[in-house]
């Protein structure tokens, strides 16, 4: 008895190489001046939006504690994107690699994006010198980033493609929703933000096209199985914020030189488990852009993701 293979079309998302590039030029900042000389943090002002931060439910600090966790929050969220985009990077590279004789514009595109990915990665670690000579601490980040970029690309690229597709639509979700108009967030890490989304909103259409090239011509049993991959990257990212959980926890500790009681921690470990499993995975498999990619692919993989979503908000 032969097997029936079933493709599946990614296509009618209207996304180009093209008009990615076209748009990926008109923005095209420079790390240097965007950060540095009089561009500086103000320690005075919180730094992320509430919606991801959820410190003012922790009603056992005070509204300085409250502020120095949003910070620490703040630092390892741009910390935790330099680590996820030195898989990115790679991941990009070979993906443009097997094909450079061909479409231009594509050559084009995935080389502009795997820079510009170069291009934050360098300007998030510019961040974190400057955040800890202005916070005074240093505060932990998981890593390093060689060993979870190993972890990940070790997955089918097609596992590896969804997950970056759900990263790069997160960042816009959080900028536009969550920070463009909060006027009490510091405008400084405001505008790194704003500098980032400007260019990921060109990576999350390379994205869906890339998850495109390497759908095509797959059975509906080898995209399943991708999504299980992409769900099993997931649980790693998982693991990985219980941990950033802690290490924010004792960051908090040593900067507010409070001891929390067993009581306070486990609402704390809680809550901000929760806070980071939202920012990091609910936020990005909620989102609609990667729920119409999913449903593209195969519309038992969105089902599949909607089941297990609320885990993660
Ligand atoms: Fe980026
Ligand atoms: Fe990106």
Redesign the pocket.
Known sequence: MSTAIETVTTKNHGYSYQAALAASQKVNWRVEDIIGGDKRLDFSKPFMPESLARVKVLDFLSADEKRTLNQIRGNSYLCI?GVV?EFILPFVMDHARPQLRGDDYRVRALLQFAS??AK?IHLFKKFREEFESGFGINCSVIGPPEAIAQAVLAHDPLAVVLAILQIEWMTQQHYLDGMKDDQELDPQFKSLLKH?WM??AQ?ARLDTLMVQALSEGRSRQEIEKAVEEYIEIGAFVDDGLHAQTQFDLEAFERATGRTLTASEREKFVEVQTQANLWTYLGSGMTHPKFQETLQRLLPEARERIEQIAPLFC
């Open positions: 994107f985009e510009e990915e934050h980032h260019e990921e990576h």
